[in-house]
């Protein structure tokens, strides 16, 4: 028999009928009989509301936070955790040979903030090259060249602090939905003698893969690429697909030959008149969200996919849309689509 959900008014009518046959009493409304009926009517249904939920956190397809994580962990499916993001930045000083100490802290001006990853001198151009972690792991972490322009606590002799490149690979920690899927695919595909599951699930399991394709026979027989993205749904770094590699390395069957990349962002520059006023930063994120939203699966972005998320914004309607001078843009296999410059006439009359 199915577990049924019971409100306070049912269990009341079966407390009533049940309490009536036994003692004989009266348990009209305003009788002590039925003040306590009603008192322990309402504890029975939270307890039958907690019964409810205890089912829902056993099976995966219902189950949520700890509960899906400890579900998950009985196959040996991790949730991922979140991750610090890393880069370089280069520090100046007033004199050359100026020490400055391991945990030294840098920040985006009102924004996140690192740590110096190991203790480092000022060469002979006054500046030094330090590895630097974010101090909160997350995707927040993550932040473009030079917007590092700040010290915490500027030592003497300090003259400023700047990152040449971006600052990647940090990744917030897996969801619900994301872990689930894992488990999903996990449970439902034959992973099996190193086959396309078996490279899937391996190259999922690594902290910071936020999708995945495996193309088996990509270069000839033996041969397998392993197509990975971070997983804020953009190219994977350098560290990450070594770690893909690495991992992969020390479990694939003997004689694959694996190759593991990610692919290469292809800008989308995105040009229309439009009748009304579009925010530029909202488009771009709306956009971005569906782009991210389909991860490797895109393979193409027309100017009706982009016209639809246009008209979403403030305006009454559009024409001459291209993306690159064209209405469609496709991708190889080794490209991933971003966004590029957006060139918006707006129309009045």
């Given at each position: 028999?199915?577990?049924?959900?019971?409100?306070?008014?049912?269990?009341?009518k079966r407390?009533?009928?049940?309490?009536?046959?036994?003692?004989?009493?009266s348990?009209?409304?305003?009788?002590?009989?039925?003040?306590?009926?009603?008192a322990?009517?309402?504890?029975?249904?939270?307890?039958?509301?907690?019964?409810?939920?205890?089912?829902?956190?056993?099976?995966?397809?219902?189950?949520?936070?700890?509960?899906?994580?400890?579900?998950?962990?009985?196959?040996?499916?991790?949730?991922?955790?979140?991750?610090?993001?890393?880069?370089?930045?280069?520090?100046?000083?007033?004199?050359?040979?100026?020490?400055?100490?391991?945990?030294?802290?840098?920040?985006?001006?009102?924004?996140?903030?690192?740590?110096?990853?190991?203790?480092?001198?000022?060469d002979?151009?006054?500046?030094?090259?330090?590895?630097?972690?974010?101090?909160?792991?997350?995707?927040?972490?993550?932040?473009?060249?030079?917007?590092?322009?700040?010290?915490?606590?500027?030592?003497?002799?300090?003259?400023?602090?700047?990152?040449?490149?971006?600052v990647?690979?940090?990744?917030?920690?897996?969801?619900?939905?994301?872990?689930?899927?894992?488990?999903?695919?996990?449970?439902?595909?034959p992973a099996?003698?190193?086959?396309?599951?078996?490279?899937?699930?391996?190259?999922?399991?690594?902290?910071?893969?936020?999708?995945?394709?495996?193309?088996?026979?990509?270069?000839?027989?033996?041969?397998?690429?392993?197509?990975?993205?971070?997983?804020?749904?953009?190219?994977?770094?350098?560290?990450?697909?070594?770690k893909?590699?690495?991992?992969?390395?020390?479990?694939?069957?003997?004689?694959?030959?694996?190759?593991?990349?990610?692919?290469?962002?292809?800008?989308?520059?995105?040009?229309?008149?439009?009748?009304?006023?579009?925010?530029?930063?909202k488009?771009?994120?709306?956009l971005?969200?569906?782009?991210?939203?389909?991860?490797?699966?895109?393979?193409?972005?027309?100017?009706?996919?982009?016209g639809?998320?246009?008209?979403?914004?403030?305006?009454?309607?559009?024409d001459?849309?291209?993306?690159?001078?064209?209405?469609?843009?496709?991708?190889?296999?080794?490209?991933?689509?971003?966004?590029?410059?957006?060139?918006?006439?707006?129309?009045?009359?």
């Amino acid at each position: 028999m199915a577990f049924e959900m019971q409100t306070k008014d049912d269990i009341q009518k079966r407390m009533k009928e049940s309490f009536e046959k036994v003692s004989g009493n009266s348990t009209l409304e305003g009788t002590f009989s039925r003040d306590i009926i009603n008192a322990n009517s309402a504890e029975f249904q939270n307890a039958y509301a907690e019964m409810n939920l205890m089912i829902d956190a056993a099976f995966s397809n219902t189950a949520w936070g700890e509960y899906l994580t400890r579900r998950c962990a009985e196959y040996g499916i991790d949730r991922k955790p979140a991750v610090k993001a890393t880069g370089v930045v280069t520090i100046t000083t007033r004199a050359a040979n100026t020490f400055i100490p391991k945990d030294t802290i840098v920040e985006v001006p009102g924004g996140q903030a690192y740590a110096t990853t190991t203790a480092a001198t000022t060469d002979a151009n006054k500046t030094a090259d330090i590895k630097i972690e974010a101090v909160e792991a997350g995707a927040k972490g993550n932040t473009a060249r030079h917007t590092i322009k700040k010290m915490r606590l500027p030592f003497y002799g300090f003259v400023s602090v700047d990152n040449a490149e971006d600052v990647t690979g940090g990744a917030d920690q897996e969801t619900d939905n994301a872990l689930r899927e894992r488990y999903n695919i996990a449970v439902r595909t034959p992973a099996t003698s190193g086959n396309k599951y078996h490279y899937y699930n391996w190259a999922m399991s690594i902290d910071g893969v936020g999708a995945c394709r495996v193309i088996p026979l990509w270069n000839g027989a033996g041969t397998v690429k392993v197509s990975i993205i971070n997983r804020d749904m953009t190219t994977a770094d350098d560290k990450t697909i070594k770690k893909v590699a690495d991992y992969i390395e020390t479990v694939r069957p003997i004689g694959a030959t694996v190759t593991v990349v990610s692919p290469a962002p292809k800008a989308v520059n995105i040009a229309a008149n439009v009748y009304g006023s579009v925010d530029k930063n909202k488009f771009r994120a709306d956009l971005d969200d569906y782009i991210k939203s389909q991860g490797l699966n895109l393979r193409y972005l027309s100017a009706a996919q982009v016209g639809k998320i246009l008209m979403q914004q403030n305006i009454s309607d559009y024409d001459n849309l291209t993306l690159n001078k064209t209405n469609k843009v496709s991708v190889s296999q080794d490209e991933l689509l971003s966004i590029g410059s957006l060139d918006f006439t707006e129309v009045t009359g």
